[in-house]
């Protein structure tokens, strides 16, 4: 059973950082792309970021210049940086990745990210 388990949200000032990560487990054939997710109060989920095995990323315009996604292929692992957070940016973020030659796409369970003086 292929596993995603997400860390690293909280409570932080406008301005701050967070970093997130990401960690697959479980038999998996390889992952394609691997990104994030977001979901604000009675809004639509946007997607943030993500990132191919290669390494090519891509991002919301919002969070560009400001957050920078990563992955470590050799342990399935994907982490986002957020810089200079702003209270627009507060939300569950969720962490996917999708399953080389198959249509699997895996969630994680979310993690709550809060910017609030």
């Known amino acids: 059973q292929v596993q995603l388990v997400e860390s690293g949200g909280g409570l932080v000032q406008p301005g701050g950082s967070l970093r997130l990560s990401c960690e697959v487990s479980?038999?998996?054939?390889?992952?394609?792309?691997m990104g994030w997710y977001r979901q604000a109060p009675e809004k639509q989920r946007e997607l943030v970021a993500n990132?191919?095995?290669?390494?090519?990323?891509t991002y919301l315009n919002s969070v560009m210049g400001r957050f920078t996604i990563s992955r470590d292929n050799a342990k399935n692992r994907v982490a986002l940086q957020m810089n200079d957070l702003k209270p627009e940016d507060t939300a569950v973020y969720y962490c996917y990745a999708d399953e080389w030659y198959t249509d699997n796409q895996y969630w994680g369970q979310g993690t709550q990210v809060t910017v609030s003086s």
């Open positions: 990132i191919q095995s290669g390494g090519t990323s």
């Open positions: 479980g038999k998996i054939l390889g992952i394609n792309l």
